[in-house]
C-alpha cells in the first residue's frame, strides 16, 4: 500500500515545476496513510469511555481472541438493544457502555457463548489452613484488621478457621478482595449463618482486607486462621454444568463431574479429583461474554 502511494506521489511530482511541491505531496501522502492506518487504533483504545459502534465491538473482541456470535433476534427490551447509530444501548439511550458500567451480550434471552476457553493454573498449592492468615489474635479490640501474610496463588474459595473460640460467643468478619474475574468481591460472616470454620463462596485471586468488625467476648487466648481450598474459580463466567467438558491434571485426563461445578460462583471442586502441591491444572470450558468496561 505504501509503494503504491508513494509511486503515485513521485510520478505526479515529476511532471510539475518547483521544487517546492515534493515535499507538499509526500507530507500529505503520510498523512492520509496515517488517517488510515492509526486512526481505527485510536478507535479501539478509547472504547473504554466512548460510545461502541457495532464494528468496533466486534473488531475488540474478535483481537482479544473471542469467538462470538452477535445478537440479531429476539433481543429482550431490557437487554442489549441495536439502535438506528449503529451503536448498542443497554435499557436507555444514554447507557451506551459507558465506562464504570456492566454490559451484557445477549441472544435469544442467554448470554453469549465464548467455546474453547481454557484456564491454566501451574504449580497449585495443597490446602492450606493458615496460607493467608495466620494465628490471628482475636482478643485486640475490634475492629480486628487481620494480618495479611501471602495471598492465594491460584483463584480459588478461602477457609476461616477459629483455633480455638472459648471466649468467643459472637462474631461477624468480613472479607474483601477480587475474583478471577476481575470483580471486587466482599463476603460478610457471622455464628448465626455460618460455623465457626466456614468457606467462602466467592473464589479470590486476591485478598485485600479480612476484617472482625464484631465480638461477643474477650476473645482471651483465642486465634484465627484464613488458609486456601481445592476450589478453583474460573475466569469466565459458565451458565450450565456441562460447560466444563474437559480437565487435566498433570496432563492425565480426569472425570468431570456436574456436581463439582458451581455456576453461580464459577468454580470446580478439585475435592475429587484429588489437589496436592505442585500439580498443575488445566481447564477447558464454554464460557460467556459478560462485561466490557
Do not use: C
Not at 177 to 200: H, K, Y
Not at 206 to 230: F, L, P, Q, Y
Amino acid at each position: 500500500m505504501l509503494k503504491t502511494v508513494f509511486s503515485k506521489l513521485l510520478e505526479f511530482s515529476k511532471k510539475q515545476r518547483g521544487a517546492i511541491i515534493i515535499p507538499v505531496l509526500l507530507i500529505a501522502g503520510f498523512t492520509a496513510v496515517t488517517v488510515v492506518i492509526l486512526v481505527p487504533a485510536i478507535q479501539i483504545a478509547t472504547m473504554d469511555d466512548a460510545n461502541w459502534t457495532t464494528n468496533g465491538a466486534i473488531l475488540f473482541l474478535e483481537r482479544s481472541g473471542y469467538t462470538m456470535e452477535i445478537p440479531a433476534t429476539d433481543l429482550d427490551t431490557d437487554d442489549l438493544l441495536p439502535n438506528t447509530d449503529s451503536t448498542w444501548d443497554v435499557g436507555a439511550s444514554t447507557n451506551e457502555f459507558i465506562a464504570l458500567e456492566t454490559d451484557k451480550y445477549w441472544q435469544s434471552a442467554s448470554e453469549v457463548s465464548v467455546t474453547g476457553l481454557q484456564d491454566v493454573f501451574y504449580n497449585v498449592l495443597a490446602i492450606t489452613a493458615d496460607n493467608i492468615v495466620n494465628n490471628e489474635d482475636l482478643s485486640a479490640g475490634v475492629p480486628i484488621t487481620f494480618t495479611i501474610i501471602a495471598q492465594p496463588d491460584v483463584s480459588r474459595t478461602l477457609s476461616m478457621d477459629f483455633d480455638s473460640h472459648a471466649q468467643i460467643t459472637a462474631y461477624t468478619i468480613v472479607i474483601t478482595g477480587v475474583d478471577s474475574q476481575g470483580n471486587a468481591i466482599v463476603e460478610t460472616f457471622t455464628e448465626a449463618v455460618d460455623p465457626w470454620n466456614f468457606e467462602t463462596d466467592a473464589a479470590f485471586a486476591t485478598v485485600t482486607s479480612v476484617i472482625m468488625t464484631a465480638r461477643t467476648g474477650t476473645g482471651a487466648a483465642d486465634t484465627g486462621d484464613v488458609g486456601i481450598t481445592d476450589v478453583l474459580g474460573l475466569s469466565n463466567l459458565i451458565t450450565a454444568t456441562g460447560d466444563v467438558w474437559k480437565i487435566t491434571k498433570n496432563a492425565v485426563d480426569q472425570t468431570i463431574a456436574g456436581a463439582q461445578v458451581n455456576i453461580i460462583t464459577g468454580t470446580y471442586d478439585m475435592a475429587v479429583i484429588g489437589l496436592l502441591v505442585t500439580d498443575d491444572f488445566t481447564i477447558w470450558y464454554d464460557g460467556n461474554i459478560s462485561t466490557i468496561d
